[in-house]
């Protein structure tokens, strides 16, 4: 990774504040103008009628589905007190909301506020696509040292803040209490490793022929977290060399296929039969998962059973994810005065992060200690400790400029080990010999 990026680094141990990152589970479009309709917002003051009318258009994919009328909420709030301004905010599911917004940039037809991932962020920086923000904060009195420091500068690169961040969130072990009482198991603690979770996995699954002890997705993110709890890496030290077919990460790979191929402790796809990793812990039929803290609100509301989480095992070390979505401007906004003075409320002002904790959301990734004791007072789960335990292991994903590209090719050679068409040491050297082919780490 090039050295004028801006990199996360140091003490993981004081980060006080996350949120979660939803994944909408639809790719559906929806635009919807938010607009005030009170009485008290007709009612504008002298000022607010010198100020010329200013249009936002807003595109995010995180305040989807049942958290779209929570975001709704904080747009509506920022218009209340700003009524010369009207948001028009584009819903998106997040499996398409890439490819509509690599559209929009590439076809100048940008919105002025849109979402970004870390992991996709650089990208876009890097194409010169977005608008460079330390004039425009310092310009409107904005502190941002209410945000989470880890998570404010997820969104800077080359020494420039690019955007703001709107969620901040970590992985942790979900668990069914009820399936470990029946199969007369203690609970996890989070001083787990890997053989833990594999002989608790083992007992749930001889239950029966429906039930299954453990869920670890074979996917990008999960296996480059893997890896590192095995204390491998995809990359060298500084990024400009893969290192995909190292002994740690076959034993890695091997440790994840094995799950679904030798002990069947985990489903394979035909198993699952189409449903998704949470649908089966919800009904019941899951001993333990590996997810996001995103997952708590569905979790509260569709589980009929006691269920609690710890830190995710590790084997050599701990590790965990670190996530992050961000608000950025475009480069061609033509009301970027505006737009810098609405992100940073959406994301951090008192009344949209009380929204987001009374709803159960997410929790903001700012730095209030209100927030946070509202945060840890909420169950379940319980024991939310967890999550803050976890902040001493957390890891990134590999942010570089072709990152698309890697998730596809590396995805690709983790579904044929998957599928048992080849062994996990020939799905790395395959995946080694596409990435060195196809991706220019000197970028």
């Given amino acids: 990774m090039k050295k004028t990026l801006s990199y996360v680094a140091g003490s993981l141990a004081a980060i006080l504040a996350l949120s979660a990152c939803s994944v909408p589970k639809t790719n559906k479009v929806e635009t919807t103008t ?3 309709a009170s009485s008290e917002s007709k009612k504008e003051t002298s000022d ?7 249009t936002i258009t807003f595109a995010q994919y995180s305040g989807s589905g049942d958290n779209e009328q929570y975001l709704k909420k904080m747009v509506d709030n920022y218009m209340k007190e700003n009524p010369h301004v009207k948001v028009d905010m584009q819903t998106y599911g997040y499996d398409d909301y890439f490819t509509q917004m690599t559209a929009k940039v590439s076809g100048g037809q940008a919105p002025d506020v849109f979402e970004l991932n870390y992991e996709n962020f650089v990208s876009y920086a890097k194409k010169g696509a977005l608008l460079p923000l330390q004039e425009l904060l310092k310009k409107s009195n904005i502190d941002t040292s209410i945000y989470n420091k880890m998570a404010l ?6 020494n ?5 961040p ?12 009820k399936l470990f009482d029946q199969a007369k198991v203690a609970y996890p603690t989070d001083d787990w490793k890997w053989e833990d979770a594999m002989e608790a996995a083992k007992k749930i699954r001889a239950l029966g022929k429906d039930i ?3 869920y670890h997705p074979i996917s990008f993110n999960e296996f480059y977290k893997t890896v590192k709890q095995n204390n491998g890496s995809l990359f060298n030290e500084d990024f400009s060399k893969f290192t995909m077919d190292t002994k740690e990460n076959v034993e890695t790979l091997k440790y994840m296929v094995d799950m679904q191929r030798a002990s069947n ?13 949470w649908d089966l812990f919800e009904s019941g039929r899951l001993g333990m998962l590996v997810t996001g803290i995103w997952a708590f609100p569905e979790f509260t509301k569709n589980c009929d059973f006691d269920w609690d989480i710890v830190v995710e095992p590790g084997h050599v070390k701990k590790a965990t994810h670190f996530f992050s979505n961000g608000y950025v401007i475009s480069k061609d906004s033509k009301v970027a005065e505006e737009a810098v003075k609405f992100i940073t409320y959406i994301s951090s002002n008192r009344a949209a992060t009380q929204i987001r904790i009374d709803a159960g959301w997410e929790l903001p990734p700012v730095q209030d200690e209100e927030i946070l004791k509202q945060y840890k007072a909420k169950t379940p789960p319980t024991n939310r400790e967890a999550v803050f335990k976890s902040l001493d292991s957390l890891v990134t994903p590999p942010v570089i400029t072709q990152y698309a590209e890697l998730q596809d090719i590396v995805g690709k050679h983790l579904n044929a080990a998957a599928s048992g068409a080849v062994t996990p040491e020939q799905a790395l050297k395959d995946m080694q010999a596409e990435c060195e082919k196809q991706i220019d780490l000197s970028k």
């Fill in 34 to 36: 938010v607009n005030t």
């Fill in 48 to 54: 607010t009628k010198k100020k010329d009318a200013v």
């Fill in 153 to 158: 500068n997820a969104f800077s690169a080359d």
């Fill in 160 to 164: 420039q803040q690019y955007g703001v």
């Fill in 166 to 177: 709107n969620s901040f969130s970590n992985v942790v072990l979900i668990y069914n209490k």
């Fill in 212 to 214: 299954y002890g453990y």
């Fill in 265 to 277: 402790v985990m489903p394979t796809q035909e198993q699952l039969a189409g449903m998704g990793d």
